[in-house]
Structures are given as C-alpha cells and as structure tokens.
C-alpha cells in the first residue's frame, strides 16, 4: 500500500482501537480490583505488611497504567488523520525533567517502603528460642526434622541416604544427638510462637513457598538457608515447590499445620514416643502421618 | 563522517553464482534475510511448542498425536517449557530484531556499503545456524529434550540423566547450541560496534543516526560484555557434565540414593553467572523493538521525535543498568539478602528510562497526524504492551513482593508481555514497515491489519489473566494441577481454558503472517523508493537496494533522522541526505 491519500479510514481505525485500549484497562481495573484473584489472607504480622506493600505497589501502578493507557488511547483518537499539519515539536525539556523526576520519586519510593518487610524478615537473625526445624528438600518430597528432647540434632550422612528403608536424611547411626531426631514429612508448628526453618536440599535446588506465609525461599544444595515466621492462625496449609526441579516438581507437596501450644506438645510427645525412623515418602503416608497419634514402638 | 567507508570490501562487482549470492554470501542484506528467516523458523517451532503446552494445562487428559499413549508427560510438558523459552528467546528474539533487521538496515541507515567484516558476519549466521540444527536436534536424541527450563540451572542440568530423561544427551545439545550461539552473538555484536563506528557516512554524527541505530548499538554493547560471560559459564557447565569438573556442583548430593562423585561447586555461581547475561539479554531483546517504536510512531505521526536526545541517554541508560540488576532474579535464591536490596534499588532505577521513553512516544504521537498503517498499528501496540508487561516489574522488583510473587505466573505474565510480545510487536512493525525495501513489494495492507486486530487482542487474552493466577499463588513450570489442592479448583482452571483457547486463535491468526509475507514476496503491489515518505538513508535509494547499497553514489547526511512537518519546507518530510538547498529551507 503507499501512502494513503489524507485521513482516508483512519477515524474507524482510531476509534476501534482507542476502544480496544479502554476495554483493555476497564477489564484490567475491574478484575484486579475485583477481589476474584486473591492471595489466602496472611498468617504473619510480616504477610500483612507485604500486603499493605502490595496494595500500595497496586495503586502507583495502576494509576500509571490507567493514565499511560487512557493517554495512548486518547492521542490515538485525537490525533488521527484528518488533513491536518503535524505540530512541529523536537520535545520539551521541563516535561523530560517532570516525568523523570515523578518516576523517581514514585518507583524509589515504593522501593524505600517495601524495604522494612524485606529487613524484618532477613536481616533480622531468629530469637534464640525460636523453634529450630530442618527443611530437607529432594527429588520429590519434603522431610523436616525435630531436635528432639536433647534439642541437638544429629549429624548426617550422605551415604547413609535410605528412602526406601526409612532413613531419607542419612542419619547417622553413629551419633548418639540424632536417637532422638524426628523426621517427618510433613511440618507442625505452634501458634503465636517464632520458628526458624534451616531449609536443605539433597540434590537439585527446590524451593518452599507457603502462601499464608508470604515466604518463598530457595533450598539449595552444599547450603544451609535460614528463614523464620511467626505464624498467628490456626490451621493447615500447603507448601508446594517452586523452583523448578525435575519432572515431579508439581507434585512436590506437603503440609504446614499450624496448631495450638497443647497440640504442638502432644505432638512432640506423640512423636518422641513413636520414633519413627522415618516414614515412607509417598502421598498417602504424608498425609497420614501428620496426625498419627500412634505407631510401632521406636527402635 | 570518514572516507574509509567508501573503500570498504563490498565495492565491486555482485557475486553472480547462486552459492556465493544466496547460501554463504557475504552482503548483509542477504545475511539480513537470513537471519529474518532463521526466525521466522523458529517462531513457528516455538509457537507449535506454546500451543501443545496451552492444550495440556487446559485439557491434561487430552490425547495429543504424536505422544506415546496420547498423553503428554510431566517430562514432556517440561521440556515443552524449556525448548520454547530457549528458541523463543535465542532464536526468535535475539536473531530477528538485532541480527535480522540490524543487519540489513544498520548499514544502510548509516551510509555504509555493508558490515565493518563481511565474512565474519557470514560466520555468525552460519554458527548460528549450526546452533540452531543443535537445538532442535536435542528433540531427537535419546531420552529426549532437557527439561530443566532456560535457565538451566545445575545440579539438575549437571549431573546427566540421573536428574531426569533429558538431562543427558538432550542437556549436551543444548549446551552446546547456546555455546554455540554465544560465539556467533559475539562476532555479531563486534561487527555492529565496529560498523556504526567506523563506517558512518559523512555528517552522520552520533547524534543525526536513527533510533534504530542507536539501539542496534546499545543492543550490540550488551551482546558483547553478556554473550562472553554466558559462554563461559556454558562451557564450565559441559566440563562439569562430561569432564568431571565441579563447578556448580557441591560436594555429597545424594540422587535416587546414590550419592554423586562431585565436590565443592557453587549453585549460586551458575544464577550469577546466567544472569549477569540474562537480564541483558532481556534489553537485547527490547532495546531494537523501542528503537523501531520510536521510527515507525515519528514516521506516521508526522512529528520528530520527542525528545530524541532524551531517547537516546535512556537508551544508553538501560543499557548500562541493565548490567546491575540480574541480582532480582535472585531474591529467594539464597542470596545476602543485602544484595537483595541494592538489586531492589537498582532495578526500581532501571524503570526511570523506561518511563521516560514511554512518555516521549506519546510525546511523539501528541499533536501528530497520525496515519494508521500496519507498521504504525504494531507500534502502538508496542507502547500499549510494553506499558502493561513493564509496570509488573515494580512489583517483583520489591524483595518483599517478590516473595510471594516469585516464580508465579505473575512472572511469566510480566516477562511475556514485555519481552516476548512487545518485542514480537516490534518484530512484526519492522517487518510491516520495511518489507517493501527489503523485497521491493508491499505487503497486503487487509492481511496485515486483521492480523494485528487479532494478535493485539489475543495476546492480552493469553497474558494478562496469567497475573491473576499469578496473585492467587499459581507455581510456573508445573506439569498440572493435580498435586495441589488450591491450584486443582474450576475458577483457575476456567482460567486455563480461557488462555488456551486465545493462544489457539492467535497462533492459528499468524498463519495470516506467514501468508502474507511468502504471498506478498511474489504477487504484493510493486513498492515505489519511499513508500512511507519517510526520512532516512534506506528511502533515499530502490527498493530493493542494489548490491552495494547506494550504487556507488554515497551519500552525505546534513540534518537529523526525524525531519517530519518542519516549518517552512515544502513537504512534510526532509529526507536525511537533502542539502538545505534542496530542501528549500535556509538553516
């Protein structure tokens, strides 16, 4: 095609496409306003924190959106082909200087404001009377092991590794701190009491992420993570996998149950008596095994 | 600017047998064609990989021919993910905007009888080529393609098949293609540093090139620092894979209960080291769409650029912090989480270009006369896209967002809109905009515009919902959503269906394209020189252009690249080379 002679079908053009632009933003708007697509409420004062960080994101940025959309949409239509002379205009140092600074100020300051979640949660070490869990990540499912009544836990060894005959952490047999380790495969923590997860892997990189929780974090091989929380409802709820990890890695689930103090002792208790040297990983024996009051006697 | 251009090697006669014009020709035109080619390849194997996975997360019981008993596998599905990504990004993203269009255009938009090293640019494409046969080769080994996305990140792409089916002589391939395509991107992107510097022609200062140049430039500095180090890591991985090394890999993995005979590598090292490349590589593949953008939205708005020299200190500006924000693909990965934030910062900082560009495309279109052609039609969508897909980035550029919303469809919805479509709009605009000085013909304007009615709406279709999904915690890379509860529930799989059935329509919709262009290629209406009255050097000369490009007659550049609706000329557009004289205006 060459050039068309002036203003020939461009109003139709622009008016469809100016539509195309406001129903775009009109969906856009209503749905992330709408509340239909939402996060489980939060279970950590930080989750709430993130949230108020995420509705704040949530209006800077829609209202950039809004305003850029509606603007393209506008001059799109405005200044359609009608026979018109173009205004000639190399551009405009003060709006060059208006905009950037607005976005500085804007995106910057969204940055200063998230930053206290950041810190409290990982430049902050956990209280020394956090509840210490070990999160083992492999091929695909998650063990968390307990100290136990001795509050040390045993060490390990890689050779040792037995899934199948119930030892899927290598404990150590030789070491008298791990007797009393509790592996499970599922994780049990008190309400309203603070808990630090050492998370592991054995073999790729997983990662944990708990929605409630508002945390995510990497489990990397030949590293140890440290993460804490505070959980402050009540409840169970999923932990799911997502660091891409092998052809499983969709169904690398389990369960984070948060119970009250009394629960959490008997639990414990339950626990210690038990001893399982560990449970078979499989789907049915995780679920089962999170509130299994009883089983054959310990070694 | 200096005489050397003139003396270059093309000058002399056109080689006249079919080898040398067609196949291992050394006319960047023709390599340009190539290269266009080359992706134009790869997107269909890309797009055909996108609708098999969209089919599978809609319908995971679906029988699809060609998978053993009808049903695609978990690992399947994961190599589906990551040989799209690569090829997407590699060889559609990469190769079109920058090796493509860079490579037929940057010379001539400059004055310039071909690239600074003719054989050396045939070397890249042929390398890339060979890349290419590599990657897609690793459908066809034993245990298939690697499934470890395209990141790829070790242990699990470094310990062989123990990790999984693909992970073995897929994995190999695939290392040895992005090697590969490493080596050919470096010669590449010193030939375009070397072009644009040496070869530009009399008055064509720095600051009179094209947008276009100036992001082929930028985008070719980025190449060059990242390629290098991605190479690097590439062939430490290999070594790690088949020599016994152990870079990435720490000591006492235990694999199926078998412990692996590795020592003292880092994980981490490996995110670093891709990364470094990687966020760049997103800017490797934006930067040439913008500066398209920025071309085509001042050419059919009849109006200068606003704020070209703004434009270009962003340009520059993405560019150089585009090297120190790879930290926020790392928030949760272990990471000091001090580091975190400065990434936070920087990449927060990273938006300031951005918008500065974004507001002086409507800086351009304001006050314009806008003429709505295809090209111009995928340049708003451009800024409409790129609006949408960068505005997510505030979000995960939070560590404290980021959080929840890491490695969600949030994600996948942010890096879609503002890497893979904005840059495929800006592919398609290019496309659009300069196929008739490529092939002397026009491309059907009916085609063109239904095909951008439906991409633009089918697009959004597909991404944007993926945010929501992204909000309510949906994981990426997940086969299906049967191992989680609150994923298995009809609101998120209502939403599968959606995308699904959007990405069929606006996948079936490029068969328009494809059309188009091969239809176009013989029986399009014969293009004049300068169809879109437009101002730069390429309009100056025949469509197609002759051999060496200006046909001995170089040209001489007395004004800048936007010279539209200028007060007092007699057209409303003032072609580069015009001397004032002849542009009947005193200045």
Redesign the interface.
Known sequence: MEMKTPGKGSTGTALLLALLIVVLVGWTVYTFGAGKYQPPAPITQIGQEIDVQYQRTLWVTGIVFVLSQLGLAWAIFRFRDRGQRATFSRGNNTLEALWTTATIVLFLGLGVMARHAWAATHFVEADSDAIRVEVTGNQFVWNFRYAGPDGKFGRLDNKQVASSSGNPLGLDAADAAGKDDIVVPTLTVPVDHQVELLLRSQDVIHSFFVRELRLKQDAVPGMVIPIHFTATQIGRYEIVCTQLCGLGHYRMRSFLDVVSDADYQKFLKDQEQALLPAPAATAAAQDAAATATSGVAAK | MSSQAHAAPHVGAAPTGFVRKYIFSVDHKVIGIQYYLLALTAVAVGIFLSVLMRLHLAWPTLHLPGFVGGLM???QY?SLVTMHGTIMIFFVLTTAPQSGFGNYFLPIQIGAPDMAFPVINMMSFWVTFVAFVFMVGAFFVPGGAP???WTN?P??SG?GEV???GEGMGETFWLISISLFCLASLMGALNFIATTIDLRAPGMSLMRMPLTVWAWLVTAILGLLAFGVLLAAGILLLLDRGAGTSFFI????????T?QNHSG????LWQHLFWFFGHPEVYIAILPGMGVASHVLSTF??????????MVYALCGIGFLGFMVWGHHMF???MS??S??AF??LT??I??PS??K???W??T?????????TPM?YA?GF??LF??GG??G??L?????D??L???YFVVAHFHLIMGVAAIFGIFSATYFWFPKMFGR?MN?TLG?LHF?IT??GV?CIF?PM???G???H?R??????????LATP?LHHVHVFMTVAAIVTAIAQLLFFFNFFWSLKFG?KA?QN???ATTLEWTIPSPPPHDNFGGNYPSVYRGPYE????GAQD?FIPQNLTPAQAGQAR
């Open positions: 596998t978990p690992e994961l499934l470890g996305g990140y242990p699990l310990l990790t999984g089916p720490p000591a006492g993995l235990v694999v199926s209960d412990v590598g880092s994980p981490l708005s009849r109006k200068p650029v606003f704020g070209y020299k703004a949760v990965s272990g989480p001090y975190g934030l936070s910062f927060l900082a938006g300031v918008a500065i974004t507001f002086n409507l800086g279109l304001w006050g314009g006369r806008i003429q709505f052609t039609l708003l800024v409409s609006v949408s505005l997510s505030i979000f550029a939070q560590p404290a967002v959080l929840y890491h490695d969600t026009m304007d515009r009615w633009f709406i959004y944007m945010h929501f999904i909000i309510v915690g994981p890379r997940y086969a299906d959503s049967t191992g989680v509860n609150y609101l209406a004049s169809p879109w009255l539209f609706s200028v007060p409303d």
